[in-house]
């Protein structure tokens, strides 16, 4: 009989290589996550929102010794041109009250957090490695091959968490090569800022409430752009995420949108006085659901980023990690009663993903990414005409009302055509619903 | 703020023993229309130096986003080794 070091290798201590780990950890599983930072975290990066129900599920009450920042208790919608802003957004008391629903986080802090509560369940994990190679036979996957001498592990099964470069999965021919309008790249800086200057500028009235601002519109210059700011304790993390292929048709550096949009006249105020922490970059995986691979093959399963579970409408991913992570331990679990690991025998776990929320609310978005592809100016005509318009309306010229709307209307008619304006409502709500 | 005060804030473990990106045809760098390496890439970890006719590339700068090896295909990108590469501080 072949050598087997474990019952299953877990690739990747990211959130949803850690959760699996937790779970099968639980069922008393020999499990070994193996991560390429020198701990688990240190290669982490996400904007920085993480909703508490995925984790909560296996880990009750988890947030009450996490290190988290601030659970958020409004989310607010910006678009914005060169010199205007059309805000909305929810706040709610019902979001200041426990369990709470998310929380701005640093993955640094936080994935090692979670890491430890993970080896204490008793999943062993090993840092500082990384994991060339599947090792297949007679088609099956039955280890990996890590850049440590003599370091072939052998299991039953190998769980693919290792993010959205995923070579596991790639070399496995689940996943297809990633193409420039499948993926965005996002730049981040930490700025820190007083506690009490955070609470003044995002207007919550102490350092556990806090605040997320997503940003997009005519000013991202017909880019798919998705900008951010968040509040954490006592800094604010802000971002840029934009379409590769944008980035290479528009030849910008991601930098350089970041340090134009630190200069926007609405957002110059919020990070005034602050200063810089932490630059970091993230690809983020965008091309919804027709991107997701097959989830498993013999021996093998993927999950998170890896398997490009995000959900850019409502800026979700960790929370789809960890859901994918729970679900293909689960499967695991089930098919080691059968002693079956085959492709048919995991094939549970894409059926168990299809039932949850997970490929869900993915699936209900499945032709967003197409469309804005296809219809570019869905992200800068129409929030121009928005911004325009509300400044109209708000701003008291002597012109009437009446002429305002009929001015609006003209415009309509003008640069759209209402016919092409019946069309896109028609398909955005076709697509969106 | 510049580039470079902005990586001066990253934590790295340079890998000494050599860089995990490279350039599988250097040929192709002096043909290549616009080199979007040289400006998607968040580090600018890629310059082009007109006089060498050759790409410059500042591994140790790199934060391992991936950017490079979606925008061009004849970037060859592995992860650092084990423990190298960037660690980040917040995340």
């Known amino acids: 009989m072949r050598k087997k070091d474990f019952d299953v290798v877990i690739v990747g201590a990211g959130p949803a290589g850690l959760a699996a780990g937790y779970v099968l950890a639980k069922a008393k599983v020999n499990v070994a996550i193996i991560e390429r930072g020198t701990f688990p975290g240190s290669k982490n990066v996400m904007g920085g929102i993480f909703y508490r129900k995925a984790l909560d599920d296996l880990m009750p009450d988890f947030y009450k010794e996490a290190p988290l920042e601030r659970h958020i208790i409004e989310q607010k919608l910006w678009l914005i041109s060169e010199d205007s802003v059309f805000s909305t957004g929810i706040r709610s008391e019902k979001f200041n009250k426990e369990p709470y629903n998310c929380f701005s986080v640093f993955r640094a802090k936080f994935d090692k957090w979670f890491a430890q509560k993970v080896q204490e369940a008793g999943a062993l994990i090993i840092n500082e490695t990384v994991v060339k190679d599947p090792i297949v036979e007679n088609g099956k996957v039955v280890g990996v091959r890590t850049d440590r001498p003599d370091g072939d592990l052998y299991c039953d099964c190998v769980i693919a968490a290792d993010g959205v470069n995923s070579f596991l999965a790639k070399s496995l021919g689940l996943r297809e090569k990633i193409t420039p309008n499948k993926v965005a790249i996002a730049v981040k800086e930490i700025i820190g800022l007083p506690e009490n200057v955070i609470n003044d500028r995002f207007g919550v009235s102490n350092d556990s409430e806090g605040v997320t601002i997503e940003i997009t519109g005519p000013y991202f210059e017909g880019m798919e752009t998705m900008a951010f700011i968040y509040t954490n304790k006592n800094s604010v993390s802000i971002g840029v995420g934009t379409i590769i292929e944008d980035i290479i048709e528009h030849k910008v550096n991601p930098n350089d949108l970041i340090e134009k949009f630190k200069t926007h006249p609405s957002i110059a105020p919020l990070i005034a006085g602050g200063e810089t922490k932490e630059y970091l970059a993230h690809m983020i995986p965008e091309g919804g659901y027709y991107a997701v691979p097959k989830l498993y093959t013999d021996g093998f399963m993927v999950t998170g980023d890896a398997a490009m579970l995000v959900n850019s409408v409502h800026r979700e991913g960790s929370n789809l990690a960890i859901e994918s992570g729970k679900l293909a331990a689960r499967t695991y679990l089930e098919a080691r009663e059968k002693g079956d690991f085959s492709a048919k025998s995991l094939s549970a776990y894409q059926t168990k993903m299809e039932e949850s929320f997970v490929l869900k609310d993915l699936k209900m978005y499945r032709n967003l990414p197409h469309l804005l592809e296809e219809k570019r100016y869905l992200l800068t005509k129409y929030p121009q005409l928005i911004i325009d318009s509300m400044y109209n309306i708000y701003n008291v010229d002597g012109v009437s009302k009446p002429d305002k709307i009929k001015a609006i209307k003209e415009r309509l008619k003008k640069d759209f055509g209402y016919w092409n304006l019946a069309k896109d409502m028609f398909t955005l709500w076709r697509k969106l619903g | ?91």
């Not at chain 2, 060859?76 to 501080?89: H, L, Q």
């Open chain 2, 1 to 91: 703020m510049r580039i470079e005060d902005k990586l001066y804030l990253v934590g790295y473990n340079v890998d000494e023993e050599g860089s995990h990106l490279g350039v599988s045809d250097p040929e192709a760098c002096k043909k290549c229309q616009g080199r979007p390496c040289t400006y998607v890439c968040p580090a600018s970890v890629y310059t082009y130096d007109e006089e060498e006719q050759k790409l410059s590339i500042n591994y140790d700068a790199c934060v391992e986003c991936g950017t490079c090896r979606i925008a061009c295909d004849y970037i060859t990108w592995r992860y650092p080794r084990g423990g190298f590469g960037v660690a980040y501080k917040f995340g």
